[in-house]
T-cell receptor
Framework: AQSVTQLDSQVPVFEEAPVELRCNYSSSVSVYLFWYVQYPNQGLQLLLKYLSGSTLVKGINGFEAEFNKSQTSFHLRKPSVHISDTAEYFCAVSENQAGTALIFGKGTTLSVSS | GAVVSQHPSRVICKSGTSVKIECRSLDFQATTMFWYRQFPKQSLMLMATSNEGSKATYEQGVEKDKFLINHASLTLSTLTVTSAHPEDSSFYIC?????????????FGPGTRLTVT
């Protein structure tokens, strides 16, 4: 069975600092990995996804993530955060591109302060 | 881009009544829609998978008689919470899987906050 672990429930950072949100997964089959962002009282917005190919994936809003198969990780990074990046971030895994339902991690709250 | 809407965005109802939540794919066809439930400060938990024209598949522990799902068309799925109780208060989010382009991407609705008093 698949599972996703987001190691940090809350990450406070100052504006313009770099940030890394950690995500580890477990799966016995090939996986497809996703990061979503949820702003307060809103639905989820796809930040980026890894399906195949280059292990470094670039997404929207300056975020990127690196798929590391040996460490079963898919950590999300941004070199310089803004106040507007304050949100909940979810890592998710799927067994196939065709879109079985996603399995989500518990989420990481990113709080950016000035 | 593909847009998924949910209606209503917020609903307050009395205990014992039923509430219907609509999920619509506005500019694409969705043969499959998913319904998730999210408790405060927690992750999304899949409730059921809805395929157009067939019965929904419910996850273990989800009462299918309480959470009625109907996927009557390629652009509309509804979730009806029957005989709602305060413990059903939650944030309900749907997603729709776009299938016509072959990319099978999922797009999420903005969610519906249900409060049962």
């Amino acid at each position: 069975a698949q599972s996703v672990t987001q190691l940090d429930s809350q990450v406070p950072v100052f504006e313009e600092a770099p940030v890394e949100l950690r995500c580890n997964y477990s799966s016995s089959v090939s996986v497809y990995l996703f990061w979503y962002v949820q702003y307060p009282n809103q639905g989820l917005q796809l930040l980026l996804k890894y399906l195949s190919g280059s292990t470094l994936v670039k997404g929207i809003n300056g975020f990127e993530a690196e798929f590391n198969k040996s460490q079963t990780s898919f950590h999300l990074r941004k070199p310089s955060v803004h106040i507007s990046d304050t949100a909940e971030y979810f890592c998710a895994v799927s067994e196939n591109q065709a879109g079985t339902a996603l399995i989500f991690g518990k989420g990481t709250t990113l709080s950016v302060s000035s | 881009g593909a847009v998924v809407s949910q209606h209503p965005s917020r609903v307050i109802c009395k205990s014992g009544t039923s509430v219907k939540i609509e999920c619509r794919s506005l500019d694409f066809q969705a043969t499959t829609m998913f319904w998730y439930r999210q408790f405060p400060k927690q992750s999304l938990m899949l409730m059921a998978t809805s395929n157009e024209g067939s019965k929904a598949t419910y996850e273990q522990g989800v009462e299918k008689d309480k959470f009625l799902i109907n996927h009557a068309s390629l652009t509309l799925s509804t979730l009806t919470v029957t005989s709602a109780h305060p413990e059903d208060s939650s944030f309900y989010i749907c997603s729709a899987r776009e299938s016509t382009s072959g990319r099978y991407e999922q797009y999420f609705g903005p969610g519906t906050r249900l409060t049962v008093t």
